[in-house]
């Protein structure tokens, strides 16, 4: 595959296929959402690929810092041509391309995939496929973020012959919905520059009973991280405010299905290590789940 700009001849690797590869795990991930796999391979290529391709900011301008003046005048490219946007390639070999108006499917695989990027962080499931499973909430990726949890309990409208089943059923299920809203997950943590993770759950109080898992992933530098849960009612089992679980790296840990009080939280930690990789004619060094640099 050849880079489509001028002055570039050496082969690249498109964020169309990144796109492509983070969608297909994205959707094996909803046909085996206990494998954890999938999302390791979604968190690599977002965090070494398509999020790396967004340019550093200049603290004192807020300006994209422009490519150095070499590689401009080598590729024969105007000044403007280095400034704000979205580089298109990912290019695998030397430094990064210079963010330009070439118009490739690129710019917009790139621009849906920022868009798209709240929808990883977690997604919503059940604890069975019954009817009457409880709602599941699964946390994949990490970053800071505030997350609305009343889309995950929302139920189908099943109907049937009986009108009066019909409207007691879809009284219950608005007087749930009701009772969700407002009900929050927050996020906190620095990573990947930090291992730290917590998360804090809001307005919960009224919202119906569900069920937690949390991704523990493979390339966690300990076989085992643990995981405290706090309850400010003494909710947990056996009335006690506190609870400590062990996460298995490369599973999700699962938490019962429980009521969440204002204020409930769960920290845990994602230590990282370093590592060497040894490719055909380049050594990668390794802070997983990120790529540090090549040789």
């Not at 690797?13 to 085996?32: A, D, M, P, S």
Request: charged share 20%; aromatic share 6%.
């Amino acid at each position: 595959m050849k880079c489509a700009c001028s002055g570039c001849s050496h082969s690249t690797g498109e964020t169309c296929g990144q796109v492509f590869w983070i969608k297909l795990n994205q959707r094996l991930h909803r046909y085996r959402p206990r494998n954890v796999s999938y999302v390791d391979e979604i968190e690599r290529v977002l965090l070494n690929g398509v999020i790396s391709q967004i340019p550093p900011r200049n603290a004192s301008t807020n300006v994209s810092v422009t490519a150095d003046a070499e590689h401009r005048s080598r590729l024969g490219a105007p000044p403007f041509m280095a400034r704000v946007g979205i580089r298109q390639f990912a290019l695998l070999h030397k430094k990064k391309m210079l963010l330009s108006n070439v118009s490739t499917c690129c710019e917009g695989q790139a621009t849906r995939m920022l868009g798209s990027l709240p929808e990883y962080l977690v997604h919503f499931g059940t604890t069975s496929r019954s009817r009457s499973s409880g709602a599941l909430l699964s946390v994949d990726l990490f970053h800071n973020a505030k997350i609305q949890l009343a889309p995950m309990f929302k139920k189908p409208r099943y109907t049937n012959n009986n009108a009066n089943n019909n409207k007691d059923s879809s009284d219950s299920n608005e007087r749930e919905d009701a009772a969700a809203e407002g009900c929050t997950l927050t996020m906190k943590t620095l990573f990947p520059n930090a291992a730290p993770v917590t998360l804090t759950f809001n307005g919960c109080a009224s919202a119906p009973p569900f069920a937690l898992q949390l991704r523990i992933p493979s390339w966690l530098a300990a076989p085992t991280t643990k995981v405290t849960l706090s309850s400010t009612t003494g909710g947990l089992s056996g009335g006690g405010r506190r609870q400590v679980q062990v996460g298995r790296r490369g599973e999700y840990l699962q938490v019962p299905r429980r009521a969440w009080a204002e204020g409930d939280s769960v920290r845990f930690s994602l230590p990282m290590a370093l590592k060497v990789t040894k490719y055909t004619g380049r050594t990668v060094v390794h802070k997983d789940p990120c790529c540090e640099f090549l040789k």
